[in-house]
T-cell receptor, first 113, second 116 residues
């Protein structure tokens, strides 16, 4: 069966520090991968998605970037965190064909101080 | 453009009563519709989806949803609520008429509380 791993679960970082959040998927090949941010426990904002290695689409220009160095690995990064980057970051995947639903990881709660 | 509206931030239902969580959508073409549930400090879990065919879709944990094209709605329902159904529920839509559209747009969520 397929599983998605996301880490760390929680992270407290000072303003101006770098960020790296990692997400990996097991049990499937060539998944579509996504990073969402959830603010204040409510709506989800799509940040990036990837349909293949090295292919990244950005939905919202901001202080973050994403990379996909391997087929089942998706990384969210920042060179210098802002206070406004605080939130709950969710990685998700789905198969690249048809109308399969998204499957989410358990998220990373980031607090920028 | 595609969008989803969940008009109720909070829904309270007595245990054992039927529940409904409302969702309306807007797409320029044909929609794929989804419901997800989120428990505290966890990711979203998929409940059910509508693609085509029967307007009544059955999903996990006894939930179902009814697609109504004329009203552009996709309300989530359950005949008898359990306390364990208390969670945050999200409706989502993807417009399949846009080739290569990978974007799944989520509503702002409805917090469902089942009162014992």
């Amino acid at each position: 069966s397929q599983t998605i791993h996301q880490w760390p679960a929680t992270l407290v970082q000072p303003v101006g520090s770098p960020l790296s959040l990692e997400c990996t998927v097991e049990g499937t090949s060539n998944p579509n991968l996504y990073w969402y941010r959830q603010a204040a426990g409510r709506g989800l904002q799509l940040l990036f998605y990837s349909v293949g290695i090295g292919q990244i689409s950005s939905e919202v220009p901001q202080n973050l970037s994403a990379s996909r160095p391997q087929d089942r690995q998706f990384i969210l990064s920042s060179k210098k965190l802002l206070l406004s980057d605080s939130g709950f970051y969710l990685c998700a995947w789905r198969t690249g064909t048809g109308v399969s639903p998204l499957h989410f990881g358990n998220g990373t709660r980031l607090t920028v101080t | 453009a595609q969008s989803v509206a969940q008009p109720e931030d909070q829904v309270n239902v007595a245990e054992g009563n039927p529940l409904t969580v409302k969702c309306t959508y807007s797409v320029s073409g044909n929609p794929y519709l989804f419901w997800y549930v989120q428990y505290p400090n966890r990711g979203l879990q998929f409940l059910l989806k509508y693609i085509t065919g029967d307007n009544l879709v059955k999903g996990s944990y006894g939930f179902e949803a009814e697609f109504n094209k004329s009203q552009t709605s996709f309300h989530l329902k359950k005949p008898s609520a359990l306390v364990s159904d208390s969670a945050l529920y999200f409706c989502a839509v993807r417009d399949i008429s846009n080739f290569g559209n990978e974007k799944l747009t989520f509503g702002t969520g409805t917090r469902l509380t089942i009162i014992p």
